[in-house]
């Protein structure tokens, strides 16, 4: 085989999935149960309802290996999926390097990016419970375009608070949510409360996930007709995402190999969990793997953030997580263009770094878009800014093969394209691209707001 060809691993219709992979069965310990922050007691079904339909609070407390993804979603899912593995031989020899590089490619579905594997999931079961009308946030748009896409074929209908920062920056993903028949605004805006605090104070406000969860959350529980939809953290958004690692695990046969690392970017934590759940269900029965979590250095909540309770959003009104976090009141810099915007991480994902199952770093921008620009010229693919951040990480490991001589087999996670995030792509192009870590003092004060929980 030429070094120059095309190597590409796909799977047919017969190979995709038909069961989601939960790694609460294989886990030895559990992560702390959420808390109600009123009665300092673990929340139950009751305490979930009023913003989720029952089917996926069963979903997020179950301790099934095996859960079954219901006949319409698969007939959604067979749209894209089974998604590639492509072998990047050209990105290989750019880097003169021995190591086997891989990539999963989820930017193959029609919204471009992992999120519709739990959108289409999440808008069946809130059909199915007779919801008409869905809310969520969305920081860089890709959840959000995946869950209008979602509620499209549905038929429901949904409003995102959108990020202003992004909202701003990438007014595609806007047109492409409004093609889909949803309402998007930018957060925070005037239509809530928890908005309205900050948007009148400042109507330029740049937003955070945090703030944009409090409306979507607030607009939900007003409604009886409304529910709410998260596109990360919880786990059964994770549980969904299951699809891609599945498939990996499958396509890594066919290629007679098996990743001696895998690297997937991390915000909230899905995609990561959705490519590395079922190797880590390998790890735990001897394999030797490493897992190494990407995270932006304007965001680090693994690396830098604290292992505690704290609010999934800035005004206080979810459930507490015990995850990492960079505080609830969060903001991300203006000048952060690379997505990953979340103060916290999903706990499955805390919890497996807290016990050592896994790895985190975290990477400046500017380093992050250089991968991702000689990614795209040895590739063709343009990385959506998220995903560049596993690019990134997986380039260094590779010339670090290059200097060692080690063969080693590269996984990423190449979570979705970069076709709406080209704003960013010209920042980089022209220097005009700012490299940012959150400052420590910064942090400090973040964290002195933590709500005060035992355990």
Known sequence: MSAAETVKFVLTEADLPTHWYNLAADLPTLPPPPIHPGTGEPVGPADLEPVFPMELILQEVSRERWIAIPGPVLDVYRLWRPTPLFR??????????????????EGVSPAGSHKPNTAVAQAYYNKQAG????????????WGSSLAMACAFFGMELKVYMVRASYLQKPYRRILMETWGAQCVPSPSPDTASGRRFYEQDPEHPGSLGIAISEAVEDAASRADTKYSLGSVLNHVLLHQTVIGLEALRQFELAGDYPDVIFGCVGGGSNFAGLTFPFVRDKLQGKDVRIVAVEPAACPSLTRGVYTYDFGDTARTTPLLKMHTLGHTFIPARIHAGGLRYHGMAPLVSHLYEHGLIEAIALPQTKVFEGAVLFARAEGIIPAPESAHAVRAAIDEARRCAETGEEKAILIGLSGHGHFDLAAYEAYLAGKLEDYEYPEEAVRQALAELPKVSG
Do not use: H
Not at 88 to 105: C, D, F, N, Q, S
Not at 131 to 141: D, M, N, S
């Open 88 to 105: 990047a031989r050209r990105l290989e020899r750019v880097l003169g390097t021995p190591a086997r590089i891989y990539y999963k490619y």
């Open 131 to 142: 919801v008409k009308r869905l809310t969520t946030e969305t920081g860089a748009g890709q």
